[in-house]
């Protein structure tokens, strides 16, 4: 089955600096990965995603990348601002179903 | 309605006791989701529903764990004679599934004390 790794566990950035959380997985047949972030106390939220068909995705401050031939697929967040302080996790899915998550990132934006 | 809705929102039970955990998706979607996440820690996958397929309920950690849904409704999670170790918050989520669709919605989750 499906292996999702999330690299680092955590990470702290001065605010104003960029962050970029990475993942791996295994299964080549995976086409979808989301992006969730969660606050201290709430729900995860999705906050962005690609399909294996892009290479690249940008809402305003947040990135996606995506590798399909190394297998790995990285967010980057810009500018980044204290209320980006979050754990976020990636996630893995074929065809948008039963989604395999990393362990998450918890980042701390520094201010 | 609106999102996915689940309770109750915090449940305190005695070790021993069983509990039932409720999630009501999203309507229209056919896929559900249950997730164990203890503090600090990730999103440990319990059971998917989807559709009228069979459930892949090979994320249950033990056999006191229990689940069902009816359709493409509401389902219930169970937690027969609880142990301190099942203290954790219980996440739903519901999804469209299918090619091209967008992600999980989650629930608020039931925070889940054994004392």
Same mark, same amino acid.
């Given at each position: 089955?499906?292996?999702? !790794? %999330?690299?680092?566990? =955590?990470?702290?950035? %001065? !605010? ?7 993942? =791996?997985?295994?299964d080549?047949a995976?086409?979808y ?5 969660? !606050? +201290?106390?709430k &729900?995860?939220?999705l906050?962005?995603?690609? &399909? ?8 305003? &401050?947040?990135?996606?990348t +995506?590798n ?6 990285? +967010?980057?967040i810009?500018?980044? %601002?204290p209320?980006?302080s ?6 893995a899915?074929t ?8 362990p998450?990132t918890? +980042?701390?934006v520094?201010? | 309605?609106?999102?996915?809705? /689940? ?5 305190v039970?005695e070790k *021993?006791? #069983?509990? @039932?955990?409720?999630? #009501?998706p ?6 559900? $989701?249950? $997730?164990? /996440?203890?503090? *600090? /820690?990730?999103l @440990?996958?319990?059971? $998917?529903?989807q559709?009228?397929?069979?459930p #892949?309920?090979?994320?249950?950690p033990? #056999? ?7 359709g @493409?409704?509401?389902?219930t999670l169970?937690?027969?004679?609880t142990? /301190?170790?099942d203290s954790?918050? $219980? ?15 989650? *629930?608020?989750?039931t ?5």
């Amino acid at each position: 089955g499906e292996n999702v !790794e %999330q690299h680092p566990s =955590t990470l702290s950035v %001065q !605010e104003g600096d960029s962050a970029v959380i990475k993942c =791996t997985y295994s299964d080549s047949a995976s086409n979808y990965f989301p992006w969730y972030k969660q !606050e +201290l106390g709430k &729900r995860p939220q999705l906050i962005i995603d690609i &399909r294996s068909n892009v290479g690249e995705k940008k809402d305003q &401050r947040i990135a996606v990348t +995506l590798n399909k031939t190394a297998k790995h697929f990285s +967010l980057h967040i810009t500018e980044t %601002q204290p209320e980006d302080s979050a754990v976020y996790f990636c996630a893995a899915s074929t065809h948008g179903q039963n989604f395999v998550f990393g362990p998450g990132t918890r +980042l701390s934006v520094l201010p | 309605g609106a999102g996915v809705s /689940q309770s109750p929102s915090n449940k305190v039970t005695e070790k *021993g006791k #069983d509990v @039932e955990l409720r999630c #009501d998706p999203i309507s229209g979607h056919t896929a559900l $989701y249950w $997730y164990r /996440q203890r503090l *600090g /820690q990730g999103l @440990e996958f319990l059971i $998917y529903f989807q559709g009228n397929s069979a459930p #892949d309920k090979s994320g249950l950690p033990s #056999d006191r764990f229990s689940a069902e849904r009816t359709g @493409e409704s509401v389902s219930t999670l169970t937690i027969q004679r609880t142990q /301190q170790e099942d203290s954790a918050v $219980y996440l739903c989520a519901s999804s469209p599934a299918g090619q091209g669709r967008r992600g999980y919605t989650f *629930g608020s989750g039931t925070r889940l004390t054994v004392v």
